[in-house]
Nanobody
Framework: QEHLLESGGALVQPGGSLRLSCVAS????????MSWVRQAPGKGPEWVAD????????DYANSVKGRFTISRDNGKNTVYLQMNSLRPDDTGLYYC???????????RGQGTQVTVSS
């Protein structure tokens, strides 16, 4: 059964950093694009970044470009999101989804909470 499990969320002060991880199981991880998506309280999902199957191509939302970095380790079936210079408007539930930039991810994790506050 296909499964994604995120971790790494926390409460962090503005300007701080976090690294999120998403471990995949039950499918051929290295054959798929992967994405990170976030959802702020009271708002719809916002695609954050995606990465090609072998990690050679990445893309980012304008709101995070230059601050966030997506990467993957296919040997560990894991995709990462390094988040630097965090701002309060980065607060939200972050989840990973199987596939490139999309409005819907049939295969997605439950998410990990990121809260940026002083």
């Amino acid at each position: 059964q296909e499964h994604l499990l995120e971790s790494g969320g926390a409460l962090v002060q503005p300007g701080g950093s976090l690294r999120l991880s998403c471990v995949a199981s039950g499918f051929f991880f290295s054959g798929y694009y992967m994405s990170w998506v976030r959802q702020a309280p009271g708002k719809g999902p916002e695609w954050v970044a995606d990465i090609s199957s072998h990690g050679s191509t990445t893309d980012y939302a304008n709101s995070v470009k230059g601050r966030f970095t997506i990467s993957r380790d296919n040997g560990k079936n894991t995709v990462y999101l390094q988040m630097n210079s965090l701002r309060p408007d980065d607060t939200g539930l972050y989840y990973c989804g199987r596939g490139p930039h999309s409005n819907f991810y049939p295969i997605r994790g439950q998410g990990t909470q990121v809260t940026v506050s002083s």
